[in-house]
């Protein structure tokens, strides 16, 4: 297999690979990158578009009597370059993971040669990543905002849970009032504030002692947490009666919009950490 011209310069997005000099920037800032990771980002930026199997890999990164764990050393090499692309693998935007048979890279890959560019036709983004909010489309926040404003968000949703179980025998009678047969209600009522307290734990002391790659833990769990947040955001018409309804009505609408943005504050927060150069495992 050829080798990438050692002049090439590979641009996608604000990245930018420079073949001549081993360099991976972003908006201009250097991105620690092993050599191993960065011939690999360097071949599936050359093959955009297109599948890279796992046999072509090996066979660019070590010669036919090299005895390695082929297996693992690979997946180690790619999940470090999605790490300081801020990727993931279970919501692609950079590089995916064809099961068994290798790896693509999705974005548009522009060539500079000379005062021309050429294009390389993008691959269209898979639908999980277009429909809400992108890394790439978020603007630039001091990463401590970003981590209070998160971690207050757990607080509340904490505090929510706790005092809908602390204080059952008052929200039995509540929703009693309000439905009439409330033991299925109730039971969801409460079976989710159970399942709630853990993980907002979770989120507070990811939050609190700076976990790394935090988007990408929270993305796993956004779904299953955002049909539970949904069903929170309706609990202000339990106090309708005391509170009016247009308050309710008004309560509501800003819950159904919180678990929107825990997701862009936690994208926020690795987009921040990403600028600045990743500290790699020996």
């Known amino acids: 297999m050829a080798p990438v011209p050692a002049n090439k310069v590979f641009r996608f997005g604000v990245y930018e690979a420079n073949c001549e000099t081993g360099e991976l920037r972003k908006s201009g800032v250097r991105m620690r990158l092993q050599e191993q990771p960065f011939q690999v980002l360097l071949l599936l930026l050359e093959r955009q578009g297109e599948v890279v199997s796992r046999e072509e890999l090996r066979q660019r990164l070590w010669p036919a009597d090299t005895f390695v764990d082929f297996d693992h050393s690979l997946n180690t090499i790619v999940n470090k370059i999605r790490e300081v692309l801020g990727d993931s693998a279970s919501h692609p935007r950079f590089i995916e993971t064809l099961a068994r048979r290798g790896y693509r890279f999705l974005q548009p890959v522009e060539v500079p040669q000379g005062n021309s560019e050429i294009a390389i036709p993008p691959t269209p983004a898979p639908a999980s990543t277009a429909v809400l909010t992108r890394t790439e489309d978020l603007p630039h926040v001091p990463r401590q905002y970003v981590r209070i404003l998160f971690l207050l968000i757990q607080v509340m949703y904490l505090s929510f849970y706790i005092a809908a179980l602390a204080r059952a025998s008052a929200v039995e009678d509540l929703l009693e009032q309000s439905f009439g047969h409330p033991a299925l209600v109730a039971a969801i009522f409460f079976v989710t504030a159970a399942v709630g307290v853990p993980i907002r734990l979770y989120l507070v002391s990811a939050v609190a002692f700076d976990v790394k790659d935090l ?60 600028e600045v150069e990743v500290p790699r495992r020996p």
């Open 215 to 274: 988007a990408h833990k929270f993305l796993r769990i956004f779904w299953p947490t955002f049909v539970l947040d949904e069903l929170w955001a309706l609990s202000p018409f339990l106090l309708s009666v005391q509170i009016g309804i247009g308050l309710a009505l008004a309560a509501t609408a800003a819950l159904i919009y919180v678990p929107f943005a825990q997701r862009t504050l936690v994208l926020m927060r690795d987009r921040t950490a990403a």
